[in-house]
């Protein structure tokens, strides 16, 4: 049974956008951070946007401004609406969970950006 399920991705001009959805079981919905990470072919894997049960957000410098993170407490779901999208985000986006630490993965949606 997967706990953390990613939908929404696909391939997108550059300058688009897209919406990215991770619905997690009520267990990771209600405590800890919930987030969503990237990585691409060849690079380390890097923290898009985070969000905690509190509503409280943050974002990696490169996606800040552009990306938004929020929550859908019905639903248990975690969005991330990506706007302005360029090529060299194409990359697996996966949602995580964690405490101190991202310890818990779905097995993430890619994301092609064309140029």
């Known amino acids: 049974q997967a706990q953390l399920v990613e939908s929404g991705g696909g391939l997108v001009q550059a300058g688009g956008s897209l919406r990215l959805s991770c619905a997690a079981s009520?267990?990771?919905?209600?405590?800890?951070?919930l987030g969503w990470y990237r990585q691409a072919p060849g690079k380390q894997r890097e923290m898009v946007a985070q969000?905690?049960?509190?509503?409280?957000?943050h974002y990696g410098e490169s996606v800040e401004g552009r990306f938004t993170i929020s929550r859908d407490n019905g639903k248990h779901t975690v969005y991330l609406q990506m706007n302005s999208l360029k090529p060299e985000e194409t990359a697996v986006y996966s949602c995580?969970?964690?405490?101190?630490?991202?310890?818990?993965w779905g097995q993430g949606t890619p994301v092609t950006v064309s140029s």
């Open positions: 969000i905690t049960t509190s509503g409280a957000t």
């Open positions: 009520g267990r990771f919905f209600s405590s800890g951070t």
């Open positions: 995580g969970h964690g405490f101190f630490s991202i310890n818990t």
